[in-house]
Nanobody
Framework: QVQLVESGGGLVQAGGSLRLSCAAS????????MGWYRQTPGKQRELLAT???????NYADSGKGRFTISRDNAKNTVYLQMNSLKPEDTAVYYC????????????WGRGTQVTVSS
């Protein structure tokens, strides 16, 4: 099992920045992909960005430009730097870890609320 704990959410004014963190613990494989998603009420969870343990990043359109994903493998932690935040960025942000051995394992954190005021 893997546990993911997000932190760093909160209330910020439009134009401000936040840095989210997600610490993973448990049975983590050497090769894995971690990512950030977000969800607002009534909408599907949307991908923002992913990063492999090798450092390869992938950004969805919603995460390009203002968001930067990074990770510290020694700490099993992934980060999301969010700049120039807009009210429409208000959502619950979730961390995800995907890894494959004989089977595929996919885990989610409980989420952290980000609220951007206008």
């Amino acid at each position: 099992q893997v546990q993911l704990v997000e932190s760093g959410g909160g209330l910020v004014q439009a134009g401000g920045s936040l840095r989210l963190s997600c610490a993973a613990s448990g049975s983590i494989f050497s090769f894995n992909t971690m990512g950030w998603y977000r969800q607002t009420p009534g909408k599907q969870r949307e991908l923002l960005a992913t990063i492999t343990s090798g450092g390869r990043t992938n950004y969805a359109d919603s995460g390009k430009g203002r968001f930067t994903i990074s990770r510290d493998n020694a700490k099993n932690t992934v980060y999301l730097q969010m700049n120039s935040l807009k009210p429409e960025d208000t959502a619950v942000y979730y961390c995800n870890l995907d890894q494959r051995g004989l089977e595929r394992y996919n885990y989610w954190g409980r989420g952290t609320q980000v609220t951007v005021s206008s």
